[in-house]
C-alpha cells in the first residue's frame, strides 16, 4: 500500500492514498456535525477518515478535541487498513476504532453503546447514472454501487439513540432522497444548509441533519459561502480549515 501523511493542524495527521483522499466538503461536514466530547459518533463510509479525523484536530488554544469514541465504518480493506496506520501514528487507539464492514449489516449489537452522532459523505450519483471510472475505490466513492442513501439512514437509525443526529452532505438534486430517506427510517430533517462557491452562484452541496425520534420542523440556515468577492476564502471556511492568523 502506496500513502503518504498530510499535516490536518498541530499534532494530527493523516495517511492519504490516490485511492482513499479528501476534499472540501469532509471539511464541511465534520464542522457541520457539531461533535462534542462527550459524545460517541461514527462515520460511515470513512474512505481514509478525514471526517472524523478532523474532529481530534487541537482548538485554538490548544485543547485536546474529539468524541469520547469514533466508530469508522468502511467496506473496503484498503481503506481500513489506511486508517489503521493513521490511528497508530497519532496514538489514538483507545478513541478511533476502524472497523471493515458493510455498513448495511451494522447494528447496535456490534457497539458497546448507542451512538450520539453518526456522520456519512455519501455516493453523490444514483446507481446506473454518470460515468463509471474504472477504479473500483473511486466507483465506490462517487455511485450508489454498494449502498444507498436508504441504506445509510437506516443504518444510522439503528446505531443511533433517541434523540440522536445524522449528519450528511450531498449534491442539491438529491435534497428529496436525502430528507425522504431520513424520514423513512424514523430520523426526522431537522436542519439543512446549502453550501456555495459565492454569494452570487447556486449551491454545489447540502449539509443536512435528522434527529432519531424528533417532531417536524426544519431549519434553512443561512448559506455557507466559500469565498468572497475577492476570490479569498471566507472567514467562515478559514475558521472551518483552523487558518487561525486570519480568525
Sequence with gaps: MVFEYEQLGEHIKIAVSPEHKFGTDAFLLSDFAKVKKKDYAADLGTGCGIVAMLWFRPGVNGEDNGPKKAYCVDIQTQAIEQLKQTVEENSLHDRVVPMCMDLKNINSSLLPQELDVVTCNPPYKIEGTGILNDADPHTIARHEVMCT???????????????????????????????????????????????????????????AEGKKGSKPYMNVEAPLVVQDEKGELTAEMKRIYMLYATK
Design 149 to 207: 442513501i436508504n441504506d445509510v439512514c437506516a443504518a444510522a437509525a439503528k446505531m443511533l439513540k433517541f434523540g440522536g443526529r445524522l449528519c450528511v452532505c450531498q449534491r442539491p438534486e438529491r435534497l428529496a432522497d436525502v430528507l425522504q430517506a431520513m424520514r423513512q427510517n424514523g430520523i426526522e430533517p431537522k436542519r439543512v444548509r446549502f453550501v456555495q462557491k459565492r454569494h452570487d452562484s447556486a449551491p454545489w452541496l447540502f449539509l
